[in-house]
């Protein structure tokens, strides 16, 4: 095991931690993105440069995006029913 | 019941990591094969392409479908309900303007959108020569088309990628990576056999289907993306339920 993938194994474990203790949904999806960085660079030190492409993409764009948008989505949602609770 | 179980599968998982062989020094004897077969029956330079797409690609039409279900069953979530409706283009840029992203964000993410598809074509057309290959190189394609987004013109996306255009290019990719399949069958010997020239290794036309396979997937893989990320957008931000009268 040569240093880099002793620290891409640390931050990875570091960051998957991170990532479970991180309550809130919109700030997880933030952190989830930034572990997926670290996950890549596991991946590339690991001499796995397809995974690490696609995971690079996935996990810092394809995810996070998705969670967004269902934020999103729900608070709206809520919004609309407080609306309609108060009129 | 963990204070019985936990016991037991921490010695069963030390018996077995006893057994395994040191860091770096697995050869496998597939891996050998793989190694040695493609390159020189193939003349393919990728060893992760030539696995996907000619050694194993049978497994590979079924992860095509797999994915391409999964994006259909997310469209058919995500549709318009009957009490839900969308807001009109027009209406949408009078009062939605996506993000206030700063002005170099949006320059930023503008820049972003040719590198990002000249390099996911690249990836995806190099399949069987450097890392990457049709699903690497699709997810870039797709990433670099949605940079659009983040130049806070997401009405914009929709004209440049039209539902009906995503829909008919995933269909295509998934199509025709079943039908190169079928070409194996009609002018080889089995499904899936690597039945065009192979010419030279390290050559961009080379190893026979591969680079079709390779393009196949990548249109699919990208369509694929572009739809799901597109499905989920329009959700939040241009659905909505209409006000009861």
Redesign the interface.
């Known amino acids: ?1 040569s240093a880099l993938q002793a620290i891409g194994l640390v931050l990875v474990a570091a960051g998957g931690g991170a990532v479970v203790f991180t309550r809130e949904p919109l700030r997880q999806a933030l952190v989830l993105g930034v572990y997926g960085l670290s996950l890549t660079f596991l991946f590339f030190t690991f001499q796995a ?2 995974v690490a ?2 995971e690079i ?2 996990s810092a ?2 995810l996070p ?2 969670v ?3 934020l ?2 729900i608070s ?1 949602h809520e919004r ?1 029913r407080e609306d309609e609770r108060q009129r | 019941l963990f204070a019985f179980a936990g016991p037991g599968l921490a010695a069963v998982l030390v018996l077995a990591f006893v057994h395994l062989p040191s860091f770096g020094h697995a050869h496998e004897i597939v891996g050998l094969v793989v190694n040695g077969v493609e390159l020189a029956q193939r003349q393919a330079t990728d060893m992760v392409t030539a696995l996907n797409f000619d050694l194993r690609a049978f497994d590979t039409l079924g992860e095509e479908f797999i994915l391409f279900a999964s994006v259909a069953g997310v469209a058919l979530i995500l549709r318009q309900l009957r009490d839900e409706s969308e807001t009109t283009l027009e209406e949408e840029l009078e009062r939605h303007r996506f993000a206030r992203a700063s002005d170099a964000l949006r320059m930023f993410s503008l820049a972003l959108v040719p590198l990002l598809v000249a390099f996911g074509g690249y990836v995806v057309i190099h399949g069987q020569l450097t890392p990457g290959g049709g699903f690497q190189g699709g997810v870039v394609l797709a990433a670099g088309v949605l940079a659009v987004l983040l130049a806070g013109r997401y009405l914009a996306l929709r004209v440049l990628a039209p539902r009906l255009g995503l829909e008919a290019a995933e269909a295509l990719g998934a199509a025709s990576y079943g039908l190169i399949g079928l070409g194996g069958l009609l002018f080889g010997s089995a499904f899936f056999d690597n039945f065009l020239p192979l010419g030279q290794a390290g050559h961009l036309l080379s190893a026979g289907t591969m680079p079709l396979n390779s393009l196949a997937v990548g249109i699919e893989v990208a369509a694929a993306f572009l739809l799901t990320w597109t499905e989920f957008l329009d959700q939040a931000l241009l659905v909505h339920r209409d006000r009861e009268p």
Request: hydrophobic fraction near 60%; charge should be neutral.
């Open positions: 095991v440069p397809d492409l696609s993409v996935i764009v394809g995006l998705i967004l948008a269902a999103r989505k709206a609309e």
